[in-house]
């Protein structure tokens, strides 16, 4: 799969399936949508959903999906597989597929993800793709996984912990501005000789440490998440009896 994300969770293996297959659940931690409705079906069928992404105040893409799961497999782990398509003309994202793996481990759970896409407009969206839509979905997608961890082991809500991130980017942002504000206006004047040096070292420490200290712990992160896969994965098989929705 083109995308791989992972991280681990010490979190009971029912709860975590829960929060993850629950649409109401896993509309509030994963950044990627907006929206996630399950679609009526019988009892022998996969279950078919509908997803939007509100890209931004004026427009909002939609699509559907179908997945399938296995909660009791020999090895003790489970499986979620789907695919998806959204057909709007305006998503660079046609259609996909992916899953997610649930593998106890210790005392909590390694919750990992696997998934690739087809992007549209021929080369130009293969271009736009690989410049900036498959980077930000990789990192939108360990963000989540990430708020997802927060939520089990600090019990900070997702949409706290989303606030937490707001307010750390803003003093970021807030503090790196100032700092090289003040670099660039000749900060070591006011100081006289003895500050033409620790001052200009001090403001370039604070524009860096806003830049590159690591986010607090209630915090969501995508650097936390493994972003490569340990070793050649596979998709499950259950994938292949799933078929892209139109």
């Known amino acids: 799969m083109g995308l791989y994300i992972e991280t681990h969770v010490r979190a009971d293996l029912d709860e975590l399936w829960a929060r993850t297959q629950d649409p109401a659940e896993h509309r ?10 399950n679609l009526p079906r019988a009892d022998d069928e996969p279950q078919h959903f509908r997803y939007a992404t509100r890209v931004l105040p004026f427009l909002t893409l939609a699509g559907t999906g179908v997945s399938a799961g296995e909660k009791e497999r020999p090895d003790g782990t489970r499986t979620s597989a ?4 959204c057909p709007h003309p305006l998503s660079l994202l046609a259609d996909g597929s992916g899953y997610w793996r649930y593998v106890p481990d210790g005392d909590g759970v390694r919750f990992l993800t696997g998934y690739d896409y087809r992007p549209r407009w021929g080369a130009l969206g293969a ?63 006011p100081f006289g ?14 524009a860096g440490a806003a ?36």
């Open 193 to 206: 000789p003895a500050g033409a040096f620790p001052v200009p070292l001090l403001l370039a420490s604070a």
């Open 127 to 189: 271009f736009a793709d690989r410049l900036v839509l498959r980077p930000l979905m990789g990192w939108a997608t360990a963000w989540s996984f990430d708020r997802l961890r927060i939520w089990f082991e600090h019990g900070v809500t997702p949409e706290r912990a989303r606030r937490n991130w707001l307010a750390e980017l803003t003093l970021r942002a807030l503090v790196a501005s100032a700092a090289c504000a003040a670099l660039a206006s000749g900060p070591a004047a």
């Open 82 to 85: 789907l695919r998806f398509s």
């Open 28 to 37: 509030r931690w994963d950044l990627r949508f907006t929206e996630i409705r």
């Open 211 to 246: 830049l590159l200290a690591p986010p607090l712990p209630r915090t969501p992160a995508a650097r936390r998440c493994l972003r490569t896969a340990p070793a050649r994965v596979r998709p499950p098989r259950l994938l292949r009896s799933l078929e892209t929705p139109r």
